[in-house]
Nanobody, 120 residues
Framework: VQLQAFGGGLVQAGGSLRLSCAASGSIRDINAMRWYRQAPGKQRELVAAITTGMLSNYADSVKGRFTISRDNAKNTMYLQMNSLEPEDTAVYYC???????????????WGRGTLVTVSS
């Protein structure tokens, strides 16, 4: 099982980016999916999370600007980021609770991260 995040890049303040996170491999099902980010010199923080039932929650710093979504049929999660600010500059990581076909318990998986840089 693998998670791969992509879609990062350089954008000016006020601009938008859309991140994607695709899960692949021998997947039985996926529970919660999350986006985290880690800015230089700071600890990793939770940005947004979404359940299989599409319930979502956000960090206060991104509420109203970011939207998390997922396509359960494609095992893919998205993060639409609007009105980006320089403070959003970070490496963004996707995380998911996945149960593989070989196991009966959920395990935590992480993607390698994608860099988002917002210039002022």
């Amino acid at each position: 099982v693998q998670l791969q995040a992509f879609g990062g890049g350089l954008v000016q303040a006020g601009g938008s980016l859309r991140l994607s996170c695709a899960a692949s491999g021998s997947i039985r099902d996926i529970n919660a999916m999350r986006w985290y980010r880690q800015a230089p010199g700071k600890q990793r923080e939770l940005v947004a999370a979404i359940t299989t039932g599409m319930l979502s929650n956000y960090a206060d710093s991104v509420k109203g600007r970011f939207t998390i979504s997922r396509d359960n049929a494609k095992n893919t999660m998205y993060l639409q980021m609007n009105s980006l600010e320089p403070e959003d500059t970070a490496v963004y990581y996707c995380n998911a609770e996945i149960r593989s076909r070989e196991r009966w318990v959920f395990s935590d998986y992480w993607g390698r991260g994608t860099l988002v840089t917002v210039s002022s």
